[in-house]
Structure formats: C-alpha cells, structure tokens
C-alpha cells in the first residue's frame, strides 16, 4: 500500500542533504510513503505513481510533532489549583498529590478513556510520537498499572515512582525511594523504555534520584529526568553524569549547568506550557543553542503544570518567549524530541523514515509561530495512515 502526497509547496525533512538550511527545506515537493515507511521524497514533477494521492494543495508539510514529555495517565483535573495560581498562589509539587488520590480510585478503563482521548487530541494536532510517564499511582500495583496502560497507546513509556513521595509515606522519603528502587522498579522494568524522577527541593534530592535512576539502569531501563523546574540544583549536572537521554525543564539554569549540557549527549527539554501555566519564568533556549546544547520542545501535558497538549503552542512560545527562530522550535519540536528519545525513525522525513507527516493549512512552517492559536492542521499521517 503506498500513498503520494504532493503539490507541497514547502516541505520541512529536517535533513540538510535533502534542501535548504538546518530544516531541509524543499519547495514544490512531494513524498511517497509505502508500508508506513517514507519511501521517496523529491520535487513534485519528478514524483512517482502510489495506490492513493493526497493534494496538499501548495501548503506546507513537516514531520509529524515528537511529543517527548507527558503525563497522560491520570484521573480528574485541576482546574480550581489553575485559576488559584492566577490569583496569585505558587505552583507547588505537593498538587500532583491530588491527582495520585483520584486516579487511585480510578478503573482501569477510566484511565484508559483518559489516555486515549489525549492521545487522539495529540494526533489531531499533528503529533504523531507521544512520550507517556506514569507518577500518580505510587503503589507498587498502581505504578504497575499505570505503565502498561500508558504502552497501550504511547510509543514511549517512562516509569516515574519517584514523582513525589505519597502521603501514606509521611517523611520517610528514603521508605518511599527503597521502595520505588526495589520492588516497585521490579514490577514496571518491563513495561517501560525509561526511568524518570522530580529532582527538585520538595521531592527527591541529588542521592535520592540517583538511587532511582541507578536502580533503573540495572533494571534495563536509560534515564531522563525531570531537573531545575522550580529553581536551581542538582537535577541537570545529575542527568548529564549518567548519561540520560535528556533533561527536562531546564528553568533555572547556571553557567555551569549550561556548560555541561553542551558537552554531552543529553537534551534539553523545555516545556514552555509549564511556564505559561505556573507563571514561572520562562527558560532561555537562545543561551543553550547558542552555548551548543541540544534543545527539544515538548507539551508537559498533566493535570496540574500544563494542561495543554499542544506542540504549535509550544512553538509559538518557544520563539515569542525564549527566543528561538521559528526555524529552531520547529526543529525542536520534531528531530529534537526525537534526539531526546533517541529515536532515528522519527522527526524526520527522509527515505525509511516512519511515514509521519503533518500538512498545514499554511504556505510556511513560519506560520506555526506567526499564527499563534489558530487551528492550522489540514492533515495528518502516521505510518502513512490519515488520522
Ligand atoms: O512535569 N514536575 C513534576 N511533574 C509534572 C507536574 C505534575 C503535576 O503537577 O501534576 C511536571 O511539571
Ligand atoms: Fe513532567
């Protein structure tokens, strides 16, 4: 089965040996995608025939958005501790707690609706490779749960016992984190890719997510990490000496942090919802491109810091707020999210390439930024199906 898309009058590939500039810009392109695979891509008068065409009408086509960070299964919401934060109050870990209680008492099936309709309103926008963590169950069966829920819709999942220390454990972080390192780690390894841990004044410290994190590298499983959120610390130093596939947040960086994220492998993951959400600053990604760091954009979705599981918001803030070109957040928010979850079959729109592709109702990917709010997707193929 394969499928032409053409009359693209701007294609992003995100390989520079294909077009112009770090997005490999072609103009009047087309591409064919054949057993859920990009098989060629090239000017649109030199395309070959498919089984089935789709006229993007001269508009614009991008990789399908690489969502690398969100938390998708939960129960309830948090709308009242939102409007609060409006009216002044902080944003304080202490809220995810809230939503560990009600998605505790939640069916299987409950939770399951909740990631799917996330999912689909993901896909519905464009993005095409979601991350999903679980963290608001904290019991070894709850966390269990949550993970093979999450594989059953999310082409990435992250296992994160250690989000906040739950109430039954009182003070005894160290109770919680021998838990989450021992059985709890045992019993969600095998559902999930990734071990992750809030590694912040309020959660767990420096020796705390080291424990976790090294417990999940025995168990299998490569790190990322939730670092520098609500202020400076140890979490992004942490994640660069154990070599995780990315930090995320970012917020409150020193030179010295910057500096080690330029040297390494791990990707900066910022989540400007997060900022918008809490009223927190917003992270400056101009300093870490232009330091050599490499910078992913991803939505953050959850309940409690960011309700939004919209990557063209991302990117409209990402430039208008944190100083990216509308070239680097599109790049960010597709190879970069790719990068940070290590994955070479998506973010990009080469031949072999997952056939995830986004056609805009817009002449130019510059639109995404410039046109902040508007619905702009005409579009989406995943594995070279319409969604
Ligand atoms: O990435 N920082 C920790 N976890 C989430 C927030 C979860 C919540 O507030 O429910 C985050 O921002
Ligand atoms: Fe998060």
Redesign the pocket.
Known sequence: MSTLIHNIGELVTNEPELGEGPLGLLRDAALVIEDGQVAWVGPASAAPAADESHDAGGRAALPGFVDSHA?LVFAGERAEEFAARMSGQPYK?G??RT?VARTREASDDELRANVRRLVDEMARQGTTTVECKSGYGLTVDQEERAVRIAGEFADEVTFLGA?VVPSEYGDDTQGYVRLVSGEMMAACAPHARWVDA?CERGAFDADQTREVLEAGIKAGLTPRL?AN?LGHGPGVRLAVELGAAAADHCTFLSDDDVAALADSETVATLLPG?EFSTRQPYPDARRLIDAGATVALAT?C?????YSSSMAFCIAVGVRDMKLTPAEAVWSATAGGAKALRRTDVGHLAVGARGDVLVLDAPSYIHLAYRPGVPQVAAVFKAGHRV
């Open positions: 938390h870990a809220g995810i939503t989000h809030f939730h959120q997060v953050d959850n309940p409690g810091s960011c």
